[in-house]
Nanobody
Framework: QVKLVESGGGVVLAGGSLRLSCAAS????????MGWFRQAPGKEREGVAT???????TYADSVKGRFTISKDNAKDILYLQMNSLKPEDTAMYYC????????????????????WGQGTQVTVSS
């Protein structure tokens, strides 16, 4: 079992930055693939960025060049640095961990199984 706790969300003006964190605990070595996903009101959950066991990142087209995913393996913390934020980035952001890759056809994809955090709200005002 894996527990994921997100933090770092908040309200920011368009063009601003935020850094999200996801602290993982439990049987994390069996769930080495991690990622960030988001869900806006009335929309489906979508992939933002994932990182493989070997550290390879994958980004959604909408965030390429603005967001950076990273992981501190020693501390079991996943990060998402978000720069040049836009109002359309407003959503609840979730961290997930899975045993295998969460990339399908080159895009971060919400896993069918695995573990999820409770989410952290990001609001970008114009």
């Amino acid at each position: 079992q894996v527990k994921l706790v997100e933090s770092g969300g908040g309200v920011v003006l368009a063009g601003g930055s935020l850094r999200l964190s996801c602290a993982a605990s439990g049987n994390t070595e069996r769930y080495p693939c991690m990622g960030w996903f988001r869900q806006a009101p009335g929309k489906e959950r979508e992939g933002v960025a994932t990182i493989e066991r070997n550290g390879t990142p994958t980004y959604a087209d909408s965030v390429k060049g603005r967001f950076t995913i990273s992981k501190d393996n020693a501390k079991d913390i996943l990060y998402l640095q978000m720069n040049s934020l836009k109002p359309e980035d407003t959503a609840m952001y979730y961290c997930a961990a899975d045993q295998g890759s969460m990339v399908i056809f080159g895009r971060p994809t919400p896993p069918e199984f695995g573990y999820w955090g409770q989410g952290t709200q990001v609001t970008v005002s114009s």
